[in-house]
């Protein structure tokens, strides 16, 4: 391929996301991405310093496709909440291999800056403020990286909560019991489920 004259932050974004959606987030390098625009590794390196910025640029073209606009001001504040969890949920679910990155790079991401911005303003709207908003975004923060994470890397449907059904039921009654019921759980059920009930404490 011939090797383009210049190279924008969005193009080297999309390769790199492509290697790995592709081929995993282990074979995501300075090389792998190069070879997928089609130029020389010393030639991409004129645009990113290394790999720790090529992992911000993918973080930033994944989490902004996220609608960070406001959502319907008619509904409830909790839909509303609901809502903005449910985008950035689905829009990193989309590249599940590049999830890793999303949370180590997120601090750094001005679509994660945006949408904490528009939840905020949710909540002041609902008369939740002070430290109870700091603490209410916060756990709302926690539960997306934690729920996105798990569903993931550690899957009710994986291999994980298949061998904890087989456990000695006399000695683990409880951690076998519910892996058997978890079987049964899909992902949404459990993602929108387990904010309902983080969205019934803050209501409480």
Same mark, same amino acid.
């Given at each position: ?37 089609? #130029? ?7 645009? &990113?310093?290394? +790999? ?15 609608? #960070? ?11 509303? &909440?609901?809502?903005?969890?449910? +985008? ?43 430290? +109870?908003?700091?603490?209410?975004? +916060? ?34 009654? *409880?951690?076998?019991? #519910?892996?058997?019921?978890?079987? *049964? ?20």
């Amino acid at each position: 391929m011939p090797r383009p004259r210049s190279l924008t932050a969005h193009q080297i974004a999309a390769a790199a996301l492509a290697v790995i959606d592709r081929d995993g987030l282990a074979s995501l390098s300075m090389r792998a991405v190069s070879q997928e625009l089609g #130029t020389s590794t010393m030639g991409l390196y004129r645009y &990113v310093r290394d +790999r720790e910025e090529l992992e911000r640029l993918v973080v930033e073209r994944v989490l902004g496709e996220v609608d #960070t606009g406001p959502p319907d001001p008619g509904a409830s504040w909790r839909d509303q &909440v609901e809502v903005m969890a449910r +985008r950035m949920r689905d829009t990193v679910s989309a590249h599940p291999e590049a999830v890793p990155l999303t949370v180590v790079h997120r601090h750094h991401s001005p679509a994660v800056l945006r949408w904490a911005e528009t939840v905020l303003a949710v909540l002041t709207a609902a008369g939740i403020d002070g430290e +109870r908003r700091v603490i209410a975004l +916060r756990a709302l923060l926690a539960y997306l990286i934690g729920a996105i994470q798990l569903e993931h890397l550690g899957p009710l449907a994986g291999p994980g909560t298949a061998a904890i059904t087989r456990l000695p039921a006399g000695d683990f009654p *409880h951690m076998s019991a #519910t892996a058997r019921t978890a079987r *049964h759980v899909d992902a949404d059920q459990e993602f929108l489920a387990g904010l309902r009930l983080l969205l019934d404490g803050l209501a409480a």
